[in-house]
């Protein structure tokens, strides 16, 4: 079936710094969503992306949607200690199916 | 406005129990998703209802079923339970098919 394949599973920085996460697929999706899941919560949408190379910000969260189809990246500049948490790829299929599919999550530790 | 919410918050039960969790869908949204993740793991598609008709399944066996009533709220029910339905159980509410899901807090089933 189809996964996706999320990178690094687990990242440890300093407050302040950049950070860069990525999913890949050996699937086309027509849509990309990054959420972040806190503990003891649904996931929230952080940013949607439609087009393929469309690229998005949302305040310090910027995001693509790789030209293939088959990746995205999501990327989050000058950590604050209130990022940390499992940030969530999905992607939405061709076809008219509307499930999400989702990556295995990062999880993010910002040291202050 | 009041976003998704689900009941109960938690919940255990034994083996080869029946379980029913239900989902209020934001005020205007006509679709519910269901979604199982297991722990460290991302969301599992289980099934969506739209205008109580159920509209996609994910590879979960029929005695997981559902139900979606004129309110458009919902509910997820599991026969037969087994020790790997232990997971949270997540709710998302969306406008119309193939628009942004929107996340309740989820159920946390436990199964011994």
């Given at each position: 079936g189809q996964q996706l394949n999320q990178s690094p599973q687990s990242m440890f920085i300093q407050e302040g710094e950049d950070v860069s996460m990525n999913c890949t697929s050996s699937s086309i999706f027509n849509t990309w969503l990054w959420y972040k899941q806190d503990p003891g919560e649904g996931p929230v949408l952080l940013i949607a992306l439609y087009k393929a190379g469309e690229l998005t910000s949302n305040g310090r969260l910027t995001a693509q949607f790789g030209i293939t189809r088959k990746d995205s990246f999501l990327n989050i500049s000058a950590s604050i200690p209130s990022d940390v948490g499992i940030y969530f790829c999905a992607g939405i299929t061709q076809g008219g199916s509307e499930k999400l599919v989702f990556g295995k999550g990062t999880k993010l530790t910002v040291n202050p | 406005e009041t976003g998704v919410t689900q009941s109960p918050t938690h919940l255990i039960k034994t083996r080869g129990q029946q379980v029913t969790l239900r989902c209020s869908s934001q005020s205007g949204h006509n679709t519910v998703s269901w979604y199982q993740q297991a722990l460290g793991q991302g969301p599992q598609f289980i099934f969506q209802y739209y205008r109580e008709e159920?509209?996609?399944?994910?590879?979960?066996?029929?005695?997981?079923?559902?139900?979606?009533?004129?309110?458009?709220?919902?509910?997820?029910?599991?026969?037969?339970?087994?020790?790997?339905?232990?997971?949270?159980?997540?709710?998302?509410?969306?406008?119309?098919r193939g628009e942004t899901q929107y996340f309740g807090p989820g159920t946390r089933l436990l199964v011994l």
């Open positions: - | 159920e509209n996609g399944r994910g590879n979960f066996p029929p005695r997981f079923s559902g139900l979606q009533f004129p309110n458009y709220s919902s509910e997820l029910n599991v026969n037969a339970l087994e020790l790997d339905d232990s997971a949270l159980y997540l709710c998302a509410s969306s406008l119309d």
